[in-house]
């Protein structure tokens, strides 16, 4: 079994194509699309419900037709999905030929790259894979994380991002930064938030943020005297 390294890959403005239309194709174009794909193309002799329902959305393109090699140009990323064996090993294949991030569904070694289980909490990603050994212990230890790190981590995360891009503004120093930003981690993920932060407007949440980043460095100061 090889080692993988983990990426997080913009996919605005390239192409994803998907060999296949089944359940498992169907779990790839949603991941496709939660990450913010924006040209996704599938290629399937039969699609399933919720593929039918995203092409008539405009969500994705979806030709029904036998898959070719020409399906593969202009591709960045590329999921071999069908039920037939020899057909994901061509994609596999062709997608070698064209240099092409290719993932074969039911033989994770023919291609490139395996798709982790994902948990989204607004901007927090968490990603668990096991190298293709355990998807289903993948999965569990998903469904783990998501009752850790509950809903409130969108929250959270924002927060803390407005709080980061206040303090870099200030350009205070980085030694002083790094240990407001640190306290501010630590104070967010101890406890839950207790202001309704997401009823707050722009300019409320900018206020409750400055109010925080004062707090913060009057707490840091003190600890360091
Ligand atoms: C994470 C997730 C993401 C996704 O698919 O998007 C994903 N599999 C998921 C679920 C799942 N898959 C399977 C079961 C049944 C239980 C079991 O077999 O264990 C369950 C459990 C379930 O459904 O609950 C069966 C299965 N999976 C693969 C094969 C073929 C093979 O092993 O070669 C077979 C056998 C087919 C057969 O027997 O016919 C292959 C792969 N599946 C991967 C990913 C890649 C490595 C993941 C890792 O790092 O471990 C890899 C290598 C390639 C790839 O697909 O990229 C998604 C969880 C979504 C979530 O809940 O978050
Ligand atoms: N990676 C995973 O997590 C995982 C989990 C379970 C199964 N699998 C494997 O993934 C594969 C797909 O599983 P599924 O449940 O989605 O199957 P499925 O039977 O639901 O769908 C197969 C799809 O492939 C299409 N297809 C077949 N031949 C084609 C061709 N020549 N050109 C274009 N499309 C074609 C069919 O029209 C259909 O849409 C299987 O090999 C299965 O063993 C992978």
Known sequence: MSGYYPLMVNLVGRRCV???????????????????ANDVLVVALEASGGILELSAKGSIRLEQRA????????????????????????????????GLLVNVADKAEEGVFISP?????????????????????TAQIKQELAKQYG???????????LLRERMLLRGSFDSFRHEVLRKAAEQLAGNNIDVEVDTF?????????????????????????
Request: aromatic share 6%; charged share 20%; glycine share 10%.
């Open 151 to 161: 809903e409130d981590y969108a929250q959270k995360v924002e927060m803390l991002g």
């Open 201 to 225: 407007s722009p300019s409320q949440l900018e206020a409750y943020i400055d109010q925080w980043m004062i707090q913060l460095q009057q707490n840091v100061d003190r600890r360091q005297r």
């Open 67 to 98: 898959y070719k090699e020409e399906d593969l140009v202009d591709a960045f990323l590329v999921f071999a999905a069908t039920n037939v064996r020899q057909i994901n090993q061509s994609v596999a294949s062709h997608g070698a030929r064209l």
């Open 117 to 137: 289980s994902t948990l989204r909490r607004g901007g927090l990603l968490l990603t668990v894979t096991t190298g293709g050994a355990s998807p289903a212990l």
């Open 18 to 36: 998907v060999i296949g239309g089944g359940k498992i194709a169907e779990r790839k174009v949603n991941g496709l699309l939660e990450s913010g």
